[in-house]
């Protein structure tokens, strides 16, 4: 809790997207202090720490005491100090959601290092920094913005020019200190007397550190000019951001946009020619450096002595050549991708392999938090157009490729194909009634079997399409780690081991059969549909109101994300442990696999219903709410 502060007895009013670095600058100007004084003044840092660093993750938001202790200082109301972080946007931008959100309590900061967020630099527009000429901005320079952070702002569209990237003394981004420094959020601190408009990083020359100090709303040109076609796609951007369409939708499309500018990278020069010519120059010399073997990244990334990067799934540092990315994502996403000229199945064929580092997070957030649509359509394509190729190279194990040379194993049983029984109407993990139906039904063992209730669903997708183990698991949204990487969660079954009968092509029909007779659901639809879906706050009072007096504790967050895994286990057919309550976003970053245990352990005794059953009202409440939820889904369907 920050301590109390006297009001400041001079402050200023925010500009219009003014950031709080900006506004901080501004005000060390107007009260002749250095950053860290005026830090320690307005409550960022203790009052007695010389040594303390103002925390980058002031930016993205502040918590409700300091925000109200900040806020009283410097004279403003909580909800203009709110905007000068960029909290606003977490439920629009994907990569401030990664940064922040944190599911049933109140968001704060997680994982600051975001590639599409740009949190230890800053782009600017050196007539915005100038000034509009008032009087307050004569004497004290214009806003550092908060848009500058986000990736996806490339120009001003106030001043018609391409944001620069860094200081034309220095090189470096702007406000990013030194290049290898940790995330601070106002380099320099200590500098006295520097314009709010001065560069603020440090010089590393000579043994004497001296801050560049060049002044960065001078008249240097952008190195090309602000097209009309870029100028419309900025547009459309900063419009995402705050426009009138559902917050959701608008994060899909930035997901998508990042996860066709990871394409487009990683299949140079395939798509060159959706980029603007003016952008092509600056984009190719960009891009050929990571073209080479992603397992010797080139001296420029070696120098900063990180592993080799996710070049892939980042941004371009410069502003024009991410504009030209953003452009060719932009117009891939707008094609028809069955239509004779898209370039997105050509593209798909002539990329590197999925174990390839630079991807980064591309195919997670592909999974999560792109749109169904582009999904589908990516799907789609290896589905129709590609030879297997593509995934299998992508098992980076031995183990995973004996996974793959049981297409062959099982190429007998792909005779299950004339029943009519489409992929998407086979549950991700068996209902154990399901189960039992198919196997020995007087088998205890077999109906608390996770493996079988796993692996019978990938191996009947195979039998009933084209699929081979692999892609069968991963069109039922199994992650590709589980089948591929070095401790296997899902492997083929040996039927002679594992099966009483030990028939697999008997199994797979009798089950089949059992699913012919079950009302035809899209599993796979409700899948994607409720991708970030978790119980609201109304439901969840609501259900809890339902505890009869006196029967154990009040349920905590904890009972909280079960109910939510079970809920949504319960109406998509899905495994307890893939429910968007345990993924990203909404799954603490910190959090590993074996935290997630207990949570398992008890979603296993609710479902089995073993004594002692923990919350049994709170299972039936449940069942109930699930089917309620089916209900709503059948009929908007
Ligand atoms: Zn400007
Ligand atoms: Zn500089």
Known sequence: MPAAQAPLPRSLEPLPDESLPGFLLRLTHRLDLT??????????????????????????????????????????????????????????????????????????????????????????????????????????????????????????????????????????????????????????ANAPRLHPAQCRNWLDGSGRREVCGHRLDGAEPAAAALTPELADLQTVLLDLLGSDEPAELASQRFADLQVAISLIQAGWPVAAELAPAATRAILEAHLTPQQQDGHDPGPAVESAGSPPAAVWSAPPGDSIATAGLLFAAYHLLAQDSSGPRSALP???????????????????????????????????????????????????????????????????????????????????????????????????????????????????????????????????????????????????????????????????????????????VDYRARRMQFSRWSIDDMTWDELCRQRPPGRGRKPNEHTRECASAFVWSYFTGSEFALAPVFQPPMRPHDRTLSLDMPHLTKLRRWESKEPPVPASWLCTALEEHARQVIATISHAS
């Open 35 to 188: 950053s860290h004084q005026l830090a320690r003044r307005v409550t960022l840092i203790p009052p007695d720490d010389p040594h303390a660093r103002v925390s980058a993750a002031h930016l993205l938001m502040m918590q409700p005491a300091r925000l109200h202790a900040f806020a009283e200082v410097t004279r403003m109301t909580t909800a203009d100090a709110d905007a000068l972080t960029l909290r606003s946007y977490a439920d629009r931008y994907p990569a401030l959601a990664q940064a922040l959100v944190r599911p049933g309590s109140i968001p704060r900061p997680r994982r600051l290092s975001q590639p599409w967020l740009l949190m230890n630099l800053s782009r600017y527009c050196p007539a915005c920094l100038a000034g509009d000429g008032t009087p307050i901005q004569a004497a004290h320079g214009g806003p550092w913005k908060r848009q500058w952070r986000l990736a996806v702002t490339f120009a001003c569209l106030d001043h018609w020019t391409f944001l620069r990237s860094e200081c034309p003394r220095c090189r470096l981004p702007a406000l990013s200190g030194r290049s290898a420094s940790p995330l601070a959020l106002l380099p320099a």
């Open 346 to 520: 050509q593209l798909l064929r002539n990329l590197p392999t999925r174990d390839d580092i630079r991807w980064g997070r591309t195919w997670h957030m592909l999974a999560h938090q792109a749109s169904p649509s582009l999904r589908r359509r990516i799907d789609q394509v290896y589905r129709h157009r590609l030879s297997a190729d593509w995934i299998r190279q992508g098992a980076p194990t031995l183990r995973a490729s004996k996974a793959n040379t049981t297409q062959k194993v099982f190429a007998s049983t792909n005779t299950l194909t004339d029943l009519g029984i489409a992929p998407e109407h086979i549950p991700q993990c068996l209902p154990g009634s399901w189960l039992l139906a198919t196997t020995l039904k007087d088998s205890e063992r077999d109906l608390t079997s996770y493996r079988l209730r796993r692996v019978l669903p990938v191996h009947l997708v195979q039998a009933i399409s084209e699929m081979n183990f692999l892609e069968a698991a991963a069109f039922l949204g199994i992650p590709t780690s589980w089948t591929t990487q070095s401790r296997l969660r899902i492997k083929p079954l040996d039927p002679r081991r594992d099966l009483k009968n030990g028939d697999l092509p008997a199994t797979l029909r009798l089950l089949a059969q059992h699913v012919l007779g079950q009302e035809k």
